[in-house]
Structure formats: structure tokens, C-alpha cells
């Protein structure tokens, strides 16, 4: 079956620390791996993408993901969180850059100044 | 980017009415448009997909005498819920596809009285 999982509902990250959210998928084919980010109330917001290539992945706003084929993960990181990164977070996978996804739960990340 | 837009952003309405909003996509042309239903606090998931000229695709479980769905032209398409009741009441996201991206659009706040 083909899903994604994201094990952590909710991540509580001081400012300036470091943050890795995590995402494990399950996918039949070769998996188009996005993640993206939703403020309260707003749709989403495309933060990086991986279909192919240099499995280390830059996307806006100071973040990066990795591929990892033999984990099936594809964990976001970034560096130094700020605390307008607050907001929830989603990994989906689809078959193509335009196909329909299948979202993760999500993961709702707070920050502590 | 490209900028999908959604009307309305938020709408009540009593139990047994019919709602419409609308998802356009303002600086191009979309042939597929996907609708995505998220509960609060929960994941998004995908209602139908919606071509251009013909029928929308259904997802399973998706009512599609309740959940109508028209996509007359390659920059909008509308989703009608017929008959609301309070179980309807969701937060309603649209997405337009380019040649290589899914844009989504602010999303639909529903309540049903």
C-alpha cells in the first residue's frame, strides 16, 4: 500500500537550534518526494522537491531534505530554526511532478525563543 | 510562482444547503486540478481530481452526488456540496497542476450549521 508516515505529531524546537523532521514512505514505483508547509488557516507552500539526482535536496527558506532509497526516508532538515518557521509541516509522495499526492499527517513544529 | 486562488476563504451555511467555491488558477492554465479535504488537525486527503472538458475521478469512499464537481475552463474549477450537513464541515483545498509543479491554492474554511 502506498502511504507516508510522519512519526512526529508535534516538535518543540528552541530558536536557533537545529531541526530534523522526519518521513518514511511507502511507495510502489519511483516516488516524486515533496515536502511542504502550512501556516494556520493557509494552504500549502512548497518547500523543496526530490525526484531525481543529487539525493540531498535545497529548498526556500534555508531548509534541505535527503533522500535515503534504503531507509525510504526523506527527513527535512534545517540548521537554524527561526521562530517564523513555526507552522505544519507535510511530506507527500506522488507518481510525477503532477500527479496527485499522498500526504503524511503532518508534523506541527513550535518554537521556543 | 504560480498563484491559485479560491473563493470563498470562508463560508457558513445551514444544514440542507448547497455551497460552491470556487479554485482558479490566475497566471496559467491548468487541464488537472485536484480537490483535498483536511480535518483539523489532520492530514489532507484527496477528494477527486478534475480534468478540464470531461468527468472528475472520484477518490473511494468520495460521494460524487454529494461532492459535484465541474471543471469548465483551464483556469477554474468548482466544487459544490450538496445538501451540507455538520459532517461536511472541513477545510477544503484546491491544487492547479503546471508542466512540473502542484500549486495549492488558501484553501475553503466550510461549517455547517
Known amino acids: 500500500a502506498q502511504s507516508v508516515t510522519q512519526p512526529d505529531i508535534h516538535i518543540t524546537v528552541s530558536e536557533g537550534a537545529s531541526l530534523e523532521l522526519r518521513c518514511n514512505y511507502s511507495y510502489g514505483a519511483t516516488p516524486y518526494l515533496f515536502w511542504y508547509v502550512q501556516s494556520p488557516g493557509q494552504g500549502l507552500q512548497l518547500l523543496l522537491k526530490?525526484?531525481?539526482?543529487?539525493?540531498l535536496v535545497q529548498g526556500i527558506k534555508g531548509f534541505e531534505a535527503e533522500f535515503k532509497r534504503s531507509q525510504s526516508s526523506f527527513n527535512l532538515r534545517k540548521p537554524s530554526v527561526h521562530w517564523s518557521d513555526a507552522a505544519e509541516y507535510f511530506c507527500?509522495?506522488?507518481?510525477?511532478?503532477?500527479?496527485?499526492?499522498?500526504f503524511g499527517q503532518g508534523t506541527e513544529l513550535s518554537v521556543k525563543p | 510562482g504560480a498563484v491559485v486562488s479560491q473563493h470563498p476563504s470562508r463560508v457558513i451555511c445551514k444544514s440542507g444547503t448547497s455551497v460552491k467555491i470556487e479554485c482558479r488558477s490566475l497566471?496559467?492554465?491548468?487541464?488537472?486540478m485536484f480537490w483535498y479535504r483536511q480535518f483539523p488537525k489532520q492530514s489532507l486527503m484527496l477528494m477527486a481530481t478534475?480534468?478540464?472538458?470531461?468527468?472528475?475521478?472520484?477518490e473511494q469512499g468520495v460521494e460524487k452526488d454529494k461532492f459535484l464537481i465541474n471543471h469548465a475552463s483551464l483556469t477554474l474549477s468548482t466544487l459544490t456540496v450538496t445538501s451540507a450537513h455538520p459532517e461536511d464541515s472541513s477545510f477544503y483545498i484546491c491544487s492547479a497542476i503546471t508542466t512540473d509543479t502542484q500549486y495549492f491554492g488558501p484553501g475553503t474554511r466550510l461549517t455547517v450549521l
Open positions: 507527500a509522495v506522488g507518481a510525477g511532478q503532477g500527479g496527485k499526492l499522498i
Open positions: 478534475s480534468n478540464e472538458g470531461s468527468k472528475a475521478t472520484y
Open positions: 497566471d496559467f492554465q491548468a487541464t488537472t
Open positions: 526530490y525526484f531525481s539526482g543529487d539525493t
